[in-house]
């Protein structure tokens, strides 16, 4: 969504393919450094990982209130770090829930779930830039569900607390 947002906003069709860039460089570099400040364990993984997720949602939220290149390219490099750092912290985190031993099925199970929403959420989002005309729309709705979905781990807690109860009635 973002070159043809910045084609559509003024910015010239060059720098706006550019932005694409920053956030992979953005993305490399910081998946090297999650890495390795994961390894200190100053913070918890789980609360890094949702953080990561949760200001990912709000960069995306951004998009449609800046104009300028170099105001854009500060939401594009925000969003590739923290997609480099969830990329980075999601197989650590299933391998730390359920074994080094299932990490090729629940890294399969994860990356199939994802396939669904990688090749659903273009047709959503251009869907919504027809309906609509902008893409702004499509940032907000894209950023929302992100954030939903860094909320939804919040429940994780909960959700355990409940099915505990459960198997103990049983």
Known sequence: MIPPHASDIGIDSYKAVNLLTIAGISGSVFRLLTGWFI???????KHFYL???AVCAVAL???PLVGQFAHMAV???????LA??????????????????????TYGVMYSMSAFFYLASPVLMGFLRDLTGRWDDSFFVSGSLVMFAAILN???PWALKRGRKQMEQK
């Open 154 to 156: 919040l429940a994780e």
């Open 84 to 105: 480099g750092s969830v990329s980075v912290l999601a197989p650590i985190l299933l391998a730390e829930e359920f074994g080094v031993v299932y990490i090729p099925v």
């Open 75 to 81: 939401p594009c490099a925000v969003c590739g770090m």
């Open 51 to 53: 953080v990561s997720i």
């Open 39 to 45: 390894d200190f364990n100053l913070v918890g993984k």
């Open 61 to 63: 939220c951004v998009f």
